[in-house]
């Protein structure tokens, strides 16, 4: 991994290397050293962004409905749509060796983040990723141990451990953006692509935890006992995530999503206090505009229904949504503010074909209780199970274009 990364006049990046060179997809390298390249220490590498020649979007209509701009149709794509349901993504990751060999290697991203769009007519693409990649950046060791999930082997449990964090080095995330590059000229203006983060508030529970909870104890007792160690956290957390939501937008993502999987756990005032004031700060940060169109982006709190009018003025273009939400009660109270994303049950692809199809005509009547429907983006309520059948995929892919194309 690089490290001591920074931004010179030129826009490109300088990084102090040790150990020999890493390979960069889609970037111009230099480097200079005594020596020869092999073995070679303490030499200084630029990387310079390549030059942009994306080719022009074919189909917008995603894009478009996050900016409540009229569509043809109700677009729709599907959270962890490359996953462990599709046969050609397990056989990949096989391959890849482990989910860290797969997600660090932006070929092995690449294949498995167009493998859904191969299989169904998608309206968007979602970088394959996962969110912790930015507590791994920031030195807190991740690692998958077999049947538990993500791990950490340095948590923050204690005062020296949150002083001593810094804030993500972008340097060392590099293989994420070469995978967005890569992506976006795989795609060949397919769909836009959708580059993502999780919250401040949600990194912070894995860094604290260690990994995965079921009450997050360890968040909450310091929130209550030290609850400047955890804005302390948080603040770096959110420097971090605005930093790599803009480079993922440099490297190419036309869209962005803040994922707050965990906020929903918290009351009223904490989550105004530790989850909500900072997703406001990473809206702000990220840029608006790339390659001549505003880049929309999305805010998603899972159980965050009781806070819609709250979320709405975060600064967001759109508002992912859960499925204990009536979507026409969401689109009231939130009125022309946002737009709206979601909300089906993914329990509901275990059903039969006609049964998805008559819920997906359901949440579609839903949102368009008052007539209009330019503003929804279809989507699961949460991540597709590894246990759905592709089918029933293909049922509500279909179900939601024909339901909702426009007379």
């Not at 007792?221 to 420097?239: C, V």
Request: charged fraction near 20%; include cysteine.
């Amino acid at each position: 991994m690089c490290a001591l990364g920074r931004r010179i006049p030129d826009g490109s990046f300088r990084f102090a290397q040790i150990g020999c060179a890493p390979t960069i997809g889609g970037m111009r390298k230099r480097a200079r050293c005594g020596r020869s390249s092999v073995g070679c220490h303490n030499s200084e590498v630029t990387f310079t962004k390549a030059p942009q020649a994306m080719a022009p979007l074919q189909n917008d209509v995603f894009l478009r409905a996050l900016l409540r701009q009229p569509t043809p149709y109700t677009p729709i794509w599907i959270m962890r749509q490359a996953g462990r349901y599709l046969p050609e993504y397990n056989a990949t990751r096989k391959r890849a060796g482990s989910f860290l060999g797969l997600a660090k290697n932006p070929g092995y991203c690449t294949e498995v983040t167009l493998q859904p769009l191969d299989r169904f007519p998608l309206d968007a693409a979602i970088l394959f990723s996962d969110i912790l990649t930015i507590p791994d950046a920031m030195g807190l060791g991740l690692y998958f141990a077999e049947g538990e999930g993500p791990k950490f082997e340095r948590p923050l449990r204690h005062e020296d451990e949150v002083a001593r964090l810094p804030v993500a080095d972008m340097g060392s995330l590099q293989y994420v953006f070469d995978a967005v590059t890569q992506i976006r000229t795989a795609l060949n203006g397919r769909v836009p692509l959708i580059g993502f983060s999780g919250s401040p508030f949600t990194l912070a529970c894995y860094m604290i935890e260690g990994g995965g909870s079921d009450d997050f104890r360890l968040t909450k007792s310091m929130m209550f006992r030290r609850p400047d160690l955890l804005h302390s956290i948080l603040r770096k957390n959110t420097q971090s995530v605005i930093a790599y939501l803009n480079t993922q937008i440099d490297a190419g993502a036309q869209a962005v999503m803040l994922f707050d999987t965990w906020g929903g756990m918290l009351s009223h005032t904490a989550y105004q206090e530790f989850s909500l004031a900072y997703a406001q700060q990473v809206m702000a940060g990220i840029k608006r505009e790339h390659e001549g169109r505003i880049v929309p982006r999305v805010f998603f709190t899972k159980g965050g229904g009781l806070w819609l009018e709250s979320m709405a003025t975060c600064g967001a273009d759109a508002l992912g949504l859960d499925w204990t939400i009536d979507l026409a009660n969401a689109k009231r109270r939130v009125g022309a503010q946002v737009a709206l994303q979601g909300n089906l049950d993914p329990a509901t692809l275990f059903a039969s074909p006609e049964m998805i199809q008559q819920e997906a005509r359901r949440v579609l009547r839903e949102f368009a209780y008052d007539g209009s429907a330019d503003g929804h983006v279809f989507n699961l309520g949460h991540g597709i199970s590894q246990f759905t059948d592709p089918a029933n995929v293909a049922a509500l892919v279909s179900a939601v274009h024909e339901a909702s194309r426009r007379k």
